[in-house]
Every structure is written in structure tokens, then in C-alpha cells.
């Protein structure tokens, strides 16, 4: 018999957070993305305000997936999907160090929310000018702390070795 997890993924606005949860997930995903009407929209059209959703099953094991919103003003949510996660995954967007300081404070936050194993996964590696790992690593203060993985959300395999590395994670912490 397999088990069921509940994974909350987080990190600042824009990193790919929804864009991990839709390329994964075996259903159509719940999403809340709404039109950006502040100085944001130069960015990009959407954004969640509430939470994306979907389900994806890894061998034996059932992951239910869960996007926060990256945006501060919508932080309420973070506590409500927070209760009861088994883990959570931190997003960074590798084409820029913006974002990055909030990332690590973002760590600290849901760190202190549930004592469960997380990941840091730096996204977008496929972008070019990336940052490197360890410049991620050493921005985020994890220079001693848990391994930073790449990852492209467009792309389903990355997104699923990413989710098989939880998978392992959650099975040796239990
Ligand atoms: N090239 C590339 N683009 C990506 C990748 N992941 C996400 N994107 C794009 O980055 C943009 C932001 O992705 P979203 O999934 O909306 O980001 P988000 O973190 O959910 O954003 P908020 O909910 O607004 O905080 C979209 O245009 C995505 O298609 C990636 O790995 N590579
Ligand atoms: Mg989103």
C-alpha cells in the first residue's frame, strides 16, 4: 500500500509555482490565477491569489500538490495550506537574484509553520545568464543545509525527478 502526501509549493511571485503544479498533476488543475492590474502586469498576465491544486501519483504514493501564492499580500493563505503538509518544495527562479532574499526568509517562515522535510529547487534552468547552484546555495544561506536541485517546470520529467527525490526524502524520514 502506498501513502498519501500532502506537498505544499512555495516560493516568490513568478518562480513557477503553478507552472509545476499544471505540468505534473494527472487532473486538470484548480487554479485561482486572477489579471495583474499593478506595476507586476509588465511581468506577466496571472497570478495566484489563492492556491493552485492537482494530484499526481509516483509509483505506489499519491502527492497532493499545493501552489501558494507568491505575492506578500496574499500570505494569509500560507498558513491554511500549510496545516498538515508532510513536505514542502521552496521554488527559485534561476534567471534572476531578485526574489532571493525573500526565498530564504520564505524557508525560515515555513520551516517555523510544520517540522517536515522540504527542497529547495532552483527552476528555470533551461533560461539563459542563469545563476549557478551554488551562487543559489550561498544567496540562500544553505551553503551547510540541504542540496539545491535543478529543475525546468515546463518540462514533466524534471518536474517528476524532482518529485521522485521527496518521494525518497518522505520514505527515509518516516
Ligand atoms: N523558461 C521557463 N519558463 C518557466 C519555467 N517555469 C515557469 N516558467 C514561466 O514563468 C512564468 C511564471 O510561472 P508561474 O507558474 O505563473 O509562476 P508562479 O510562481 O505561480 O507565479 P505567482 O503565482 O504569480 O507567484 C510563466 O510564464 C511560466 O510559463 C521554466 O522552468 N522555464
Ligand atoms: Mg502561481
Known amino acids: 500500500m502506498g501513502e498519501t502526501y500532502k506537498v505544499v509549493v512555495t516560493g516568490t511571485f513568478n518562480v513557477g509555482k503553478t507552472e509545476f503544479v499544471r505540468t505534473i498533476s494527472d487532473i486538470p488543475i484548480v487554479s485561482t490565477e486572477k489579471r495583474i492590474t499593478d506595476d507586476l502586469a509588465s511581468t506577466k498576465e496571472e497570478t495566484t491569489v489563492a492556491m493552485d491544486y492537482g494530484h499526481v501519483r509516483i509509483g505506489d504514493d499519491l502527492f497532493h500538490l499545493y501552489g501558494t501564492p507568491g505575492q506578500p499580500r496574499f500570505d494569509f493563505m500560507w ?24 526565498a530564504k526568509q520564505l524557508i525560515r517562515i515555513f520551516n517555523h509553520k510544520s517540522d517536515v522535510p522540504f527542497m529547495v529547487v532552483a527552476n528555470k534552468r533551461d533560461k539563459h545568464g542563469i545563476l549557478s547552484i551554488e551562487e543559489i546555495s550561498r544567496r540562500l544561506g544553505l551553503e551547510d543545509g540541504p542540496p539545491v536541485l535543478s529543475c525546468v517546470a515546463i518540462d514533466k520529467t524534471s518536474v517528476h525527478s524532482v518529485l521522485e527525490k521527496l518521494q525518497h526524502l518522505l520514505h527515509k524520514s518516516s
Open 79 to 102: 498558513d491554511i495550506l500549510a496545516k498538515e503538509m508532510h513536505a514542502f518544495i521552496l521554488l527559485v527562479d534561476s534567471s534572476t537574484p531578485e526574489g532571493l532574499l525573500s
